[in-house]
């Protein structure tokens, strides 16, 4: 029993190790190389739009508001 699992967990092993250096071959060999910006406000498309992320946008808000209003809505 034992030999079967560890011939079944080298391959996926060696499969899932060689998916990673794939999927991290533009990072690591980029210079300056990063994760892509997924956020909502990264993208060029959205904030031409107006559209933003819900908390930098709550927070704008916020920052509108007087202090009544911010106890008002707290309740």
Known sequence: MAISISMLLLP?????????????????????GQFPNMHIGGSKAMRDRGIGCQKTQQ????????????VQTDK
């Open 59 to 70: 927070m704008e808000a916020d920052l509108h508001r007087n202090l009544k209003e911010r």
């Open 12 to 32: 996926a092993l060696i499969i899932v190790a060689i998916a990673m250096l794939l999927l991290s071959v533009r990072i690591i060999f980029k210079r300056g």
